[in-house]
């Protein structure tokens, strides 16, 4: 005989009711106070307080896996995409779903670990794009179309050092353009951005923006503001 699929015809109310306690139990998740901020954090201008402190977060949560992980002197630098923050944070209590909201994505965190002669194709990258993709312990600085400056931990890159640079698969990969990635060797965190943000947030109290300079784009033509 046919398998016989059970008749329950489940009227609207009823999955209504029915769901209810998930439905409860994920909104209370959802409204849950994590932090505070004083500052709006916004995705606006080359160093976006946003953009920054989502970019030292990632920087952080890759070094912490990568001393754990058979790399004993940590990350070097972090790079991320700003079209990848796809919401902001206004000033005042910040909720578990403002971080679903500002991160909706499944992305994971990648270590590329680069000769310092090839971190020359990240520069230039920016020198191209005078992009607002937020950086990590990275000071770049361009003017007249070249790099002025380009500095990873404050120093200058040896060129036949190793380095190691903290970013998401989608990056990693070659998006938004980052083709210089592709010269790397990829190592898998299993971390996923979404998580490691909650967590950072979690045990930040709260949250003191970064107003440092990390991507100095002097005589500019066009404003940046994604």
């Known amino acids: 005989p046919k398998h016989q699929v059970p008749n329950f015809p489940l009227m609207n109310e009823d999955f209504a009711k029915f769901i209810e306690p998930y439905t409860e139990k994920l909104n209370k998740e959802m409204n849950q106070k994590i932090s505070y901020t004083l500052d709006d954090l916004t995705k606006e201008g080359d160093n976006s307080n946003l953009g920054n402190l989502l970019a030292d977060y990632t920087f952080e949560g890759a070094d912490e896996w990568a001393k754990k992980n058979g790399i004993p002197a940590g990350v070097d630098g972090a790079v991320i995409n700003v079209g990848g923050i ?32 090839d971190l020359q194709g990240l520069f230039d990258y920016y020198l191209k794009t005078q992009k607002n993709n937020p950086v990590a312990h990275l000071y770049i ?30 990056l990693a990969l070659g998006g938004d353009n980052m083709a210089f990635f592709g010269k790397g060797e990829l190592i898998s965190t299993g971390l996923r951005l979404r998580d490691l943000f909650l967590e950072k947030f979690i045990s930040n109290p709260e949250i003191v923006a970064p107003k440092d300079i ?12 994604e």
């Open 86 to 117: 796809r919401s902001t944070i206004g000033a005042g209590d910040i909720l578990t779903k403002h971080v679903y909201e500002v991160m909706p994505f499944e992305n994971e965190v990648v270590i590329v670990k680069m000769k310092g002669s």
């Open 141 to 170: 600085e361009t003017d007249n179309n070249r790099v002025i400056k380009g500095l990873i931990k404050g120093k200058e890159v040896v060129p036949n050092q190793d380095y190691y640079i903290a970013t998401s698969d989608y």
């Open 214 to 225: 990390r991507l100095n784009f002097k005589n500019k033509k066009n404003k940046t503001n």
